[in-house]
């Protein structure tokens, strides 16, 4: 264990985790590009004249952001509806993130909530949990407001969410994630942040960014729990 993560974990009362990255690749067997063409159809099916980058966009997750912040909540709630089901699709090939569930085990077995907050749908993200029997380790999930796109991390409300749902003020809780949005939104809620570069081209962005540890396998967060 490293010194930074010591301290860090020494402070914290609960864990928060992003759940595509730190617990699976939810997209593993089910491809995120495949599954933005796929709501990029829903908009050409509702209607509206798709510009060329967001018809090439390959992040489903953009694609139901770009549509919310063009103000059609109808067109929105049609592509909120597609994602959802083709994420509950996904989680069935999703592959689990190395020492991922070993990080959630060991945090519950030192006394720790473990909560999953996530810009992915929080049915996707139950499903999963039950499919991996680790539903009954996890206190909370927190998924993706329902056709408000507004409210993803790195908006910090739904971290804060997490936090309240364990019991925990928000300092004393960490967030591991492997976006710069779990760092900003984690920065914004007040909560600390672990940086998990499971590419090595992150590390030095998410330093740059502020994680106040970066970890380059969960294996490093699991060990520190034990």
Same mark, same amino acid.
């Given at each position: ?102 990080? *959630?085990?060991? @945090? /519950?077995? +030192? %006394?720790?909530? $473990?909560?999953?907050?996530? &810009?992915?749908? #929080? ?59 779990? *760092?900003?939104? @984690? /920065?914004? +809620? %007040?909560?600390? $942040?672990?940086?998990?570069? &499971?590419?090595? #081209? ?25």
């Amino acid at each position: 264990m490293t010194a930074d993560l010591g301290r860090l974990l020494a402070g914290v009362g609960a864990v928060l985790l992003d759940f595509d990255g730190p617990v699976c690749s939810i997209f593993a067997g089910y491809p995120a590009p495949q599954v933005a063409a796929e709501l990029v159809d829903v908009l050409r099916r509702h209607g509206v004249d798709v510009p060329p980058d967001l018809a090439s966009e390959p992040d489903p997750l953009e694609v139901l952001r770009r549509t919310g912040s063009a103000g059609e909540h109808g067109i929105t709630r049609a592509v909120e509806d597609a994602l959802c089901a083709a994420e509950r699709r996904a989680v069935e090939t999703a592959e689990p993130a190395p020492y991922g569930r070993e990080v *959630i085990v060991a @945090a /519950r077995h +030192a %006394g720790m909530p $473990v909560a999953v907050v996530s &810009n992915n749908s #929080a049915g996707a993200v139950s499903a999963y949990l039950a499919a991996h029997r680790l539903a009954v380790y996890v206190s909370s999930v927190v998924g993706r407001a329902y056709a408000d796109p507004n409210r993803m991390k790195p908006n910090p409300e739904p971290i804060l969410q997490a936090a309240r749902a364990v019991g925990e003020p928000p300092s004393r809780c960490v967030l591991v994630g492997d976006s710069l949005s779990d *760092i900003d939104g @984690a /920065r914004a +809620a %007040g909560v600390g $942040v672990i940086g998990y570069a &499971n590419r090595p #081209a992150k590390v030095e962005t998410f330093r740059a960014a502020g994680a106040d540890v970066v970890i380059a396998s969960m294996s490093e967060l699991a060990c520190a729990l034990i």
